[in-house]
Nanobody, 127 residues
Framework: QVQLVESGGGSVQAGGSLTLSCEASAYIYRSYCMAWFRQAPGKEREGVAGISPGGGRTRYVDSVKGRFTISPDNAKNTVYLQMNSLKPEDTAMYYC????????????????????WGQGTQVTVSS
């Protein structure tokens, strides 16, 4: 049973923008932390951005702050990752993930905290 469906990857030149989408089931969207991770060839997977259930709080890795925005669409049970000012180093497979919140409804963007994963969508940024 597919619970996270990603879309929106593609190829873009440096400085361009892309928006990724992750549609979840209603229960997951309203109860779980949602996050985006990425993995470049030969590198470990890293957390990029996360959002608390219902979209109240967001977190970002330092390398994307000011360029990426994670946002919710409560009507569509969908989380978006708007990526602006893309750089070649943003090239990676991007994964949507969902996980149970920590105490206090805190959502960290650490891989151990996420048990549900999408299939991934490729983002390629050329210089």
């Amino acid at each position: 049973q597919v619970q996270l469906v990603e879309s929106g990857g593609g190829s873009v030149q440096a400085g361009g923008s892309l928006t990724l989408s992750c549609e979840a089931s209603a229960y997951i969207y309203r109860s779980y932390c949602m996050a985006w991770f990425r993995q470049a060839p030969g590198k470990e997977r890293e957390g990029v951005a996360g959002i608390s259930p219902g979209g109240g709080r967001t977190r970002y890795v330092d390398s994307v702050k000011g360029r990426f925005t994670i946002s919710p669409d409560n009507a569509k049970n969908t989380v978006y990752l708007q990526m602006n000012s893309l750089k070649p180093e943003d090239t990676a497979m991007y994964y949507c993930a969902a996980g149970v919140p920590s105490s206090g409804n805190v959502c960290f963007i650490a891989e151990y905290a996420y048990g549900l994963w999408g299939q991934g969508t490729q983002v390629t940024v050329s210089s």
